[in-house]
Nanobody, 122 residues
Framework: VQLQGVWGGLVQAGGSLRLSCGAS????????MGWFRQAPGKEREFVAA????????YYADSVKGRFTISRDNAKKMVYLQMNSLKPEDTAVYYC????????????????WGQGTLVTVSS
């Protein structure tokens, strides 16, 4: 599966932004999908993941209650709705398709979209 089309942007603290990631390939619906982010000078970290059906979601503690991951298998899209954004959410965000193992580690993901910069100004 190929992942593309992640759109980020600049937003003020307290604002909202939705990231979208499109996929090509007939097997999109069989993958757990995840979002990761990498802030300047830091390692890439897990943000959220969603099961193939969308019935189960997983979040990093730092975004729980503020971010929502969702997917539309018919459209081959995965989304990350980000609310109550904070300056510390500033990072390059990536969508990825999971291979096997833990959902929380980037090494377990086998397909990656290009990153998009999200900047939250204070």
């Amino acid at each position: 599966v190929q992942l593309q089309g992640v759109w980020g942007g600049l937003v003020q603290a307290g604002g909202s932004l939705r990231l979208s990631c499109g996929a090509s390939g007939r097997t999109f619906s069989s993958y757990v999908m995840g979002w990761f982010r990498q802030a300047p000078g830091k390692e890439r970290e897990f943000v959220a993941a969603i099961s193939w059906s969308g019935g189960s979601t997983y979040y990093a503690d730092s975004v729980k209650g503020r971010f929502t991951i969702s997917r539309d298998n018919a459209k081959k899209m995965v989304y990350l709705q980000m609310n109550s954004l904070k300056p510390e959410d500033t990072a390059v965000y990536y969508c990825a398709a999971h291979g096997s193992g833990s959902y929380y580690y980037d090494a377990q993901y086998i397909y990656w979209g290009q990153g998009t910069l999200v900047t939250v100004s204070s």
